[in-house]
Protein backbone atom coordinates (compact mmCIF):
# COMPACT_ATOMS: atom_id res chain seq x y z
CA UNK A 1 0.00 0.00 0.00
CA UNK A 2 0.80 3.42 -1.10
CA UNK A 3 0.56 6.35 1.13
CA UNK A 4 0.71 10.06 -0.34
CA UNK A 5 1.44 12.68 1.81
CA UNK A 6 1.02 16.49 0.63
CA UNK A 7 2.04 20.07 2.02
CA UNK A 8 2.36 23.04 0.86
CA UNK A 9 -0.80 24.69 0.27
CA UNK A 10 -2.24 27.60 1.48
CA UNK A 11 -3.87 31.35 0.76
CA UNK A 12 -1.63 33.77 -1.95
CA UNK A 13 -2.31 36.76 -3.00
CA UNK A 14 -2.37 36.86 -7.28
CA UNK A 15 0.72 37.23 -8.53
CA UNK A 16 2.48 35.05 -5.74
CA UNK A 17 4.19 31.56 -5.52
CA UNK A 18 3.58 28.64 -3.54
CA UNK A 19 5.17 25.42 -3.62
CA UNK A 20 3.50 21.50 -3.49
CA UNK A 21 5.47 18.55 -2.31
CA UNK A 22 3.84 15.30 -2.31
CA UNK A 23 6.29 12.24 -0.62
CA UNK A 24 5.15 8.65 -1.10
CA UNK A 25 5.73 6.12 1.56
CA UNK A 26 4.68 2.17 2.15
CA UNK A 27 5.71 -0.78 0.01
CA UNK A 28 6.45 -0.69 -3.59
CA UNK A 29 9.09 -1.61 -5.83
CA UNK A 30 9.07 1.60 -7.88
CA UNK A 31 6.84 4.57 -8.60
CA UNK A 32 6.17 5.63 -12.31
CA UNK A 33 4.52 8.31 -13.12
CA UNK A 34 3.35 11.29 -10.56
CA UNK A 35 1.82 14.22 -11.08
CA UNK A 36 -0.76 16.21 -9.96
CA UNK A 37 -4.56 16.98 -10.65
CA UNK A 38 -7.03 19.94 -8.98
CA UNK A 39 -10.70 20.48 -8.50
CA UNK A 40 -12.70 23.42 -8.32
CA UNK A 41 -16.01 23.58 -6.49
CA UNK A 42 -18.19 23.10 -9.03
CA UNK A 43 -16.14 21.74 -11.59
CA UNK A 44 -14.66 19.02 -12.75
CA UNK A 45 -11.28 17.60 -11.44
CA UNK A 46 -8.76 18.57 -13.79
CA UNK A 47 -5.30 17.37 -14.55
CA UNK A 48 -2.12 20.04 -14.01
CA UNK A 49 0.83 18.51 -14.73
CA UNK A 50 2.67 15.28 -14.61
CA UNK A 51 6.32 13.63 -14.86
CA UNK A 52 7.16 10.11 -15.56
CA UNK A 53 9.93 8.34 -14.05
CA UNK A 54 12.74 9.75 -16.17
CA UNK A 55 11.14 13.18 -16.20
CA UNK A 56 9.01 13.86 -19.22
CA UNK A 57 6.67 16.20 -18.17
CA UNK A 58 3.29 17.62 -19.08
CA UNK A 59 1.10 19.97 -18.34
CA UNK A 60 -2.11 21.03 -18.98
CA UNK A 61 -2.60 24.41 -21.10
CA UNK A 62 -4.07 26.89 -18.35
CA UNK A 63 -0.32 26.50 -16.25
CA UNK A 64 2.16 26.42 -19.05
CA UNK A 65 4.69 28.64 -18.25
CA UNK A 66 3.62 29.27 -14.72
CA UNK A 67 4.12 25.93 -12.91
CA UNK A 68 6.73 23.14 -12.72
CA UNK A 69 6.69 19.92 -11.87
CA UNK A 70 9.64 17.82 -10.20
CA UNK A 71 10.66 15.19 -8.13
CA UNK A 72 13.14 13.53 -6.39
CA UNK A 73 13.36 9.54 -7.31
CA UNK A 74 15.44 9.21 -4.23
CA UNK A 75 12.92 10.56 -1.97
CA UNK A 76 10.05 9.75 -3.55
CA UNK A 77 8.76 13.05 -3.69
CA UNK A 78 6.93 14.86 -6.49
CA UNK A 79 6.67 18.79 -6.21
CA UNK A 80 4.55 21.56 -7.89
CA UNK A 81 6.34 24.68 -8.33
CA UNK A 82 3.56 27.27 -8.76
CA UNK A 83 4.26 30.93 -10.10
CA UNK A 84 2.17 34.05 -11.23
CA UNK A 85 -1.35 32.92 -9.39
CA UNK A 86 -4.12 33.69 -10.48
CA UNK A 87 -7.35 33.41 -8.81
CA UNK A 88 -8.96 31.15 -11.37
CA UNK A 89 -5.87 28.51 -10.02
CA UNK A 90 -8.16 28.12 -6.44
CA UNK A 91 -8.71 24.44 -6.16
CA UNK A 92 -7.99 21.42 -4.15
CA UNK A 93 -4.74 20.17 -5.40
CA UNK A 94 -4.39 16.04 -5.56
CA UNK A 95 -0.90 14.66 -6.15
CA UNK A 96 -1.03 10.66 -7.26
CA UNK A 97 1.78 8.39 -7.85
CA UNK A 98 1.55 5.19 -10.22
CA UNK A 99 3.05 1.88 -9.07
CA UNK A 100 1.22 -0.70 -9.88
CA UNK A 101 -2.04 0.90 -9.36
CA UNK A 102 -2.90 4.61 -8.95
CA UNK A 103 -2.60 5.87 -4.95
CA UNK A 104 -4.36 9.71 -4.56
CA UNK A 105 -3.09 12.23 -1.64
CA UNK A 106 -5.44 13.83 0.59
CA UNK A 107 -5.27 17.34 -1.18
CA UNK A 108 -4.41 20.39 -0.69
CA UNK A 109 -6.51 23.77 -0.54
CA UNK A 110 -4.70 26.34 -2.43
CA UNK A 111 -6.12 29.46 -2.38
CA UNK A 112 -5.84 32.56 -4.49
CA UNK A 113 -7.06 35.83 -3.53
CA UNK A 114 -6.33 39.40 -2.60
Known amino acids: QVQLVESGGGLVQPGGSLRLSCAAS????????MGWYRQAPGKQRELVAT???????NYADSVKGRFTVSRDNAKHTVYLQMNNLKPEDTAVYSC????????WGQGTQVTVSS
Open 96 to 103: YAHTSYRS
Open 26 to 33: GRFFSIGS
Open 51 to 57: ITSGGTT
